[in-house]
């Protein structure tokens, strides 16, 4: 039905949404911290002149990790949801039946991780392609539309700046991420 794999669909976009943008965030500063050490520059100006590197790999580096927690719940979530009752395999539909029979056949089920590169191949693309677009549109649209510094306007126009950028980030992501769909 309808709700058949909730249970696990909502633990993998709970646990991968939290940690890729907790960690980029996270990732972005350490990557920054570390920059600065190595060239003796401000954080500031590695922030600036090191902006699009740091966004990629932070974005990556999240990704990768978010995807490595989410796997084993997404796993869970396509077996529940492909597996008919009346198929001779009569998997469970319930979470932790499901989980306790994947985890009892794990060699049979490639369980936690056997689909974690495919995931990889769409996932990260997708991230760092967002991640950039994101930053890069929202810089621009401060730059080009409302020409000051960013803690220089209302919550409604960082709001709209925020919501403009993530709609254009996430049309460019399912774009470019697209040919990693059929892997």
């Given at each position: ?56 790999a ?10 490595i ?31 306790s ?7 049979e ?29 929202a ?35 399912a ?9």
């Amino acid at each position: 039905g309808l709700f058949r794999g909730l249970s696990p669909t909502i633990l993998a976009a709970s646990v991968q949404t939290s940690c890729k943008y907790g960690f980029y965030e996270i990732f972005k500063d350490r990557i920054a911290v570390m920059i600065s050490q190595v060239t003796h520059d401000t954080e500031e100006s590695v922030r600036r002149d090191y902006r699009t590197g740091i966004c990629v790999a932070s974005a990556a580096i999240s990704e990768t990790v978010a995807d490595i927690m989410m796997c084993p719940f997404e796993m869970l979530k396509v077996q529940i949801q492909t597996t008919s009752s009346t198929s001779h395999k009569n998997f469970p539909s319930e979470f932790l039946p499901a989980l306790s029979r994947m985890m009892q056949h794990r060699k049979e089920y490639n369980f936690p991780f056997g689909p974690i590169f495919p995931l990889w191949a769409r996932q990260v693309p997708g991230t760092i392609i967002n991640f950039f677009v994101f930053e890069s549109t929202a810089s621009m649209m401060y730059r080009n539309l409302l020409p000051g510094r960013k803690k220089d306007f209302s919550s409604r126009q960082q709001l709209c700046v925020s919501l403009g950028a993530g709609y254009v980030a996430g049309f460019w992501s399912a774009v470019l991420s697209h040919p990693a769909d059929s892997i």
